[in-house]
């Protein structure tokens, strides 16, 4: 269930961003997902891409500090409440959400959720018992 997530520290300077993402086009890798979180020195820009393996490589080779993390991809239900759906099974179980950022494209008319919590086989457990529809390795091809 679990997809991989790239993150990557930047300096938070105009145009950092900017290299990235061209470094990434070059290469043909698509950016699925994105989050960036600041402070006043850097920047944390958390990705899903197309191809995890390639970007990281790729981006090692320019020097970028990569991690790389499992994260899970739900679909959030389109209705009133939808986001509890998500997030109030996760609390009643004890799972800690650490961030939460939505895809580039969807599937259909569900908005895609990438959530990275403090225990994510607990998550998906939890997530599985109230009827959450996944995003596996499908993300990949969006």
């Not at 997902?33 to 191809?51: K, P």
């Not at 109030?88 to 959530?115: C, F, Q, S, W």
């Amino acid at each position: 269930m679990a997809i991989t997530q790239i993150s990557v520290r930047l300096d938070n300077v105009p145009g950092a961003l900017t290299k990235l993402v061209d470094i990434l086009d070059k290469e043909d890798i698509k950016v699925k997902a994105i989050s960036a979180a600041s402070t006043e020195e850097s920047s944390t820009v958390r990705l899903v891409v197309n191809d995890p393996q390639k970007a990281v490589t790729t981006l090692r080779s320019f020097s970028f500090n990569v991690e790389v993390a499992p994260v899970i991809a739900v679909e959030v239900p389109c209705h009133p409440g939808g986001m509890n759906a998500i997030v109030k099974p996760l609390a009643e179980g004890d799972v800690n959400i650490h961030y939460i950022y939505t895809t580039i494209e969807r599937i259909g008319k569900e908005t895609i959720l990438i959530i990275g919590c403090d225990n994510l086989e607990r998550a998906v457990d939890i997530l599985s018992q109230h009827w959450v529809d996944f995003v596996g390795d499908e993300i990949y091809s969006l």
